[in-house]
């Protein structure tokens, strides 16, 4: 201490040590302190040392696979890179730890970056107004219905409550929907996966006295360009309603599109699928939405801390009135270090690894829907149905089999049941998209295998994977494969593997049977008596 503090500065052990003693207890009186047991869940109880807690911590980490192990090819999510360089401004304190109420002389910085935020999401997206407030999509999809609906209020049209959803749409669009009591109709979809026009005029004619809006994703969750959108949104308006355009599908758009040009009225941006923010996981995102100057005057604003320019009377769809404004210095970043001309690269690289990906999957799987010239937009659909005719192999099985080739799996059965959507993102490189066709081109072989009668129907290496490393070291190996077929089946496996620690579950008997890993209720009531 002298050395460091110099002289009398009267730091000693003994002083520290009394001063750590007495910090425990200050700040709570003794009557508020409480005595019952706290946390007895042997998680929070078996973990006592820094050391313990790391270790448990790593070891939770490492069942998880993530972006640091390879492509998360998730379709509709949008698993980009989240740049370290766009993290670190959030572990500032300057914006971790203010509070979501703090005075507005306090947080001008904060509230500066939050303007220029919106100005570049307003240019990017063409509308004139952009609300910060909805913490996620569907959040989003709430706030701008309920803008709808108080804009048809206010012009005396109130009683509009239809809302059009194309079969295509992502399920937190009807959800939405439902929940502002709108009557929903499906509209069809054609057999390339563009919404059936005449279809859709129809149900908008039919329904012109109450037709609220229409929900609409474009590109759409079928992964195309809808060639018809300006004349969609078009109909919609000639028939009284507003468009709500799912900005979920941003990723193909950013610099070469814009909703607001195109007919929209209102969008909500997935700040955590387009814009960096890290995904997965149930981690917090931000879903803020871009509208029409129409449509401004009715965003959500905010009771106890009003959000400048807007009535706080109406109200809020989170509990702050800039959501979780913590996390978007990541979407600053992202906009600003790439800049104007790197956004609209950032988008035509990932329109061109899609379109790469698929022709390479396209020589082994068929490919569901494809736009004009015969391209697809950011992300493919992988029809597996007629596979599974002639083979009995899953969706499914292949999702599986792709963790023992040490990937995440695509997303499954969404938007249409039996299939396989995949997103690689402007993130990915050509080797890592390589390596993903690669390990689609082996399961097909392997698929072919299970065809022929080689490998049974209900043990090949596609029904029993994931493969664990229990599976490996049993004693017992009654499977017509090897081990090494199993858990190493290429070169790329073989130089770094990520191991799966679960064997498959049942997902329908889990979603139907409420199982409590916590220890059993009977023991909490023999604690309590
Ligand atoms: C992800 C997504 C949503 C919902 O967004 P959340 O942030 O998950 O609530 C809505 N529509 C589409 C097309 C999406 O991909």
Redesign the pocket.
């Given at each position: 201490f002298d050395v460091i503090l110099g002289e009398g500065h009267g730091l000693t052990l003994d002083a520290l040590d009394a001063e750590i003693v007495a910090g425990a207890a200050t700040g709570i009186s003794a009557e508020m302190r409480r005595e019952d047991a706290i946390l007895t869940h042997p998680t929070f109880n078996s973990y006592h040392s820094e050391t313990d807690m790391l270790r448990y911590m790593k070891k939770l980490e490492n069942k998880d696979y993530s972006l640091v192990h390879g492509m998360i090819p998730l379709g509709?999510?949008?698993m980009k890179l989240n740049a370290t360089a766009e993290m670190i401004p959030v572990t500032w304190p300057e914006f971790a730890n203010m509070h979501p109420f703090a005075p507005a002389d306090q947080v001008k910085g904060y509230q500066q970056m939050l303007n220029e935020l919106e100005e570049q999401l307003v240019e990017i997206t063409g509308y004139d107004k952009v609300s910060l407030q909805p913490n996620?999509?569907?959040?989003?999809?709430y706030a701008g219905l309920l803008a709808i609906r108080k804009y048809q209020e206010s012009v005396g049209e109130g009683h509009r409550n239809v809302c059009l959803i194309p079969s295509s749409?992502?399920g937190?669009?009807p959800a939405s929907a439902a929940m502002m009591d709108m009557k929903i109709i499906v509209t069809k979809c054609d057999d390339k996966g563009n919404v059936d026009v005449a279809d859709l005029r129809a149900q908008a004619e039919l329904h012109k006295d109450n037709l609220s809006c229409l929900m609409i994703?474009y590109p759409s969750?079928h992964g195309v360009y809808e060639e018809d959108i300006v004349e969609i949104c078009e109909i919609i308006h000639k028939n009284g309603g507003q468009v709500y355009m799912?900005g979920?599908?941003m990723n193909a758009q950013v610099g070469i599109s814009k909703p607001g040009v195109i007919g929209s009225d209102v969008s909500?941006l997935?700040l955590?699928?387009t814009f960096a923010i890290p995904?997965g996981g149930g981690g917090p995102?931000m879903?803020p939405i871009g509208v029409k100057s129409h449509l401004a005057p009715f965003l959500a604003s905010h009771k106890v801390s009003p959000v400048e320019g807007l009535n706080p009377e109406n109200g809020a769809v989170a509990a702050t009135p800039y959501g979780s404004a913590s996390i978007l210095p990541i979407t600053w970043m992202y906009n600003v270090m790439l800049g104007k001309s790197g956004l609209k690269a950032s988008t035509e690289m990932a329109i061109l690894n899609a379109n790469y990906m698929t022709e390479k999957l396209a020589e082994h799987y068929p490919i569901l829907y494809r736009g004009r010239n015969n391209k697809v937009a950011h992300e493919c659909i992988v029809d597996i149905r007629p596979i599974k005719e002639e083979s009995g192999v899953t969706e499914e099985d292949i999702a599986k089999r792709l963790m023992d080739y040490g990937f995440h799996a695509p997303t499954m059965s969404f938007p249409v049941a039996g299939t396989l959507m995949i997103e690689p993102t402007e993130s990915e490189s050509k080797a890592e998209i390589d390596r993903f066709v690669d390990a689609m081109v082996q399961i097909r072989e392997e698929i072919v295998r299970v065809q022929n009668g080689e490998w049974p129907a209900d043990n090949n290496p596609l029904s029993n994977a994931p493969h664990t490393q229990t599976d490996m070291m049993s004693a017992a190996w009654e499977r017509p494969y090897s081990r090494e077929k199993a858990a190493f089946p290429n070169e790329a496996t073989r130089l770094n593997k990520f191991w799966p620690t679960n064997n498959r579950i049942d997902n329908v008997y889990g979603d139907r049977n409420f199982i409590c890993s916590c220890p059993s209720i009977e023991s909490y009531q023999d604690a309590e008596s």
């Amino acid at each position: 201490f002298d050395v460091i503090l110099g002289e009398g500065h009267g730091l000693t052990l003994d002083a520290l040590d009394a001063e750590i003693v007495a910090g425990a207890a200050t700040g709570i009186s003794a009557e508020m302190r409480r005595e019952d047991a706290i946390l007895t869940h042997p998680t929070f109880n078996s973990y006592h040392s820094e050391t313990d807690m790391l270790r448990y911590m790593k070891k939770l980490e490492n069942k998880d696979y993530s972006l640091v192990h390879g492509m998360i090819p998730l379709g509709s999510c949008t698993m980009k890179l989240n740049a370290t360089a766009e993290m670190i401004p959030v572990t500032w304190p300057e914006f971790a730890n203010m509070h979501p109420f703090a005075p507005a002389d306090q947080v001008k910085g904060y509230q500066q970056m939050l303007n220029e935020l919106e100005e570049q999401l307003v240019e990017i997206t063409g509308y004139d107004k952009v609300s910060l407030q909805p913490n996620s999509g569907a959040s989003g999809e709430y706030a701008g219905l309920l803008a709808i609906r108080k804009y048809q209020e206010s012009v005396g049209e109130g009683h509009r409550n239809v809302c059009l959803i194309p079969s295509s749409a992502h399920g937190t669009n009807p959800a939405s929907a439902a929940m502002m009591d709108m009557k929903i109709i499906v509209t069809k979809c054609d057999d390339k996966g563009n919404v059936d026009v005449a279809d859709l005029r129809a149900q908008a004619e039919l329904h012109k006295d109450n037709l609220s809006c229409l929900m609409i994703t474009y590109p759409s969750t079928h992964g195309v360009y809808e060639e018809d959108i300006v004349e969609i949104c078009e109909i919609i308006h000639k028939n009284g309603g507003q468009v709500y355009m799912d900005g979920a599908n941003m990723n193909a758009q950013v610099g070469i599109s814009k909703p607001g040009v195109i007919g929209s009225d209102v969008s909500h941006l997935n700040l955590h699928k387009t814009f960096a923010i890290p995904h997965g996981g149930g981690g917090p995102g931000m879903g803020p939405i871009g509208v029409k100057s129409h449509l401004a005057p009715f965003l959500a604003s905010h009771k106890v801390s009003p959000v400048e320019g807007l009535n706080p009377e109406n109200g809020a769809v989170a509990a702050t009135p800039y959501g979780s404004a913590s996390i978007l210095p990541i979407t600053w970043m992202y906009n600003v270090m790439l800049g104007k001309s790197g956004l609209k690269a950032s988008t035509e690289m990932a329109i061109l690894n899609a379109n790469y990906m698929t022709e390479k999957l396209a020589e082994h799987y068929p490919i569901l829907y494809r736009g004009r010239n015969n391209k697809v937009a950011h992300e493919c659909i992988v029809d597996i149905r007629p596979i599974k005719e002639e083979s009995g192999v899953t969706e499914e099985d292949i999702a599986k089999r792709l963790m023992d080739y040490g990937f995440h799996a695509p997303t499954m059965s969404f938007p249409v049941a039996g299939t396989l959507m995949i997103e690689p993102t402007e993130s990915e490189s050509k080797a890592e998209i390589d390596r993903f066709v690669d390990a689609m081109v082996q399961i097909r072989e392997e698929i072919v295998r299970v065809q022929n009668g080689e490998w049974p129907a209900d043990n090949n290496p596609l029904s029993n994977a994931p493969h664990t490393q229990t599976d490996m070291m049993s004693a017992a190996w009654e499977r017509p494969y090897s081990r090494e077929k199993a858990a190493f089946p290429n070169e790329a496996t073989r130089l770094n593997k990520f191991w799966p620690t679960n064997n498959r579950i049942d997902n329908v008997y889990g979603d139907r049977n409420f199982i409590c890993s916590c220890p059993s209720i009977e023991s909490y009531q023999d604690a309590e008596s």
